[in-house]
């Protein structure tokens, strides 16, 4: 029956002999990571003994009693195993929609805190998850922490940006679109969260 299912559903899969559970046949889904290792992460399981074993049944449309078959299914394995393969294969450069910070505001000196704070305010509403960089560092120092990071915008605000009620973006690769309105930057951002970028 699991044969059938794959095969009818035209899923590549190959027999290994002896993979099986001690209680049936099972499927195994295998992702490979960045570094072309291979991990099981989801899984689903025949089982013909244990329903005998809990003393499970049903009564049948013939009007008999009748063991079931239990199926066991695993989604992605386990949360440790399945986020373990995330971080690896992103290289801990989430996309923007599962990046655990999403921005990061960088006034380059505390003159441009109150404006930051109600940025991040704004964006937070809109639905991003916002940091403030409230440090005493140099702006290169937060930026490169940010990029150390992974953080996939950095907003660079200076009394320019203050004045023109703009954010110079800065991306985690490096590249620096420059200066944009808040409004465009909401726009790209909810652009790449649709896109899965």
Known sequence: ALRSALDNNQVDY???EGEAA?????AD????DVLGREWQLSTI????IQPARLGLSYIGEDGQEHTPVVIHRAVTGTTERFMGVIIEHFDGAFPVWLAPVQVMIIPI???????ASDL???????????????RSERMNAKIRDAQKQKIPY???????EMEQDQVALRLRSGENPGPMSVYAFLEKAHQDIEAGV
């Open 14 to 16: 190959f027999e290994a």
């Open 22 to 26: 001690f209680y049936g046949p099972k």
């Open 120 to 134: 991040a305010a704004k964006l937070k509403e809109a639905g991003l998850r916002v940091e403030v960089d409230e």
């Open 109 to 115: 000196t505390d003159r441009q805190l109150p404006y």
């Open 45 to 48: 399981q025949v089982d013909f």
């Open 29 to 32: 889904f295998i992702a490979r």
């Open 154 to 160: 950095m907003l660079v605000i200076g009394d320019k």
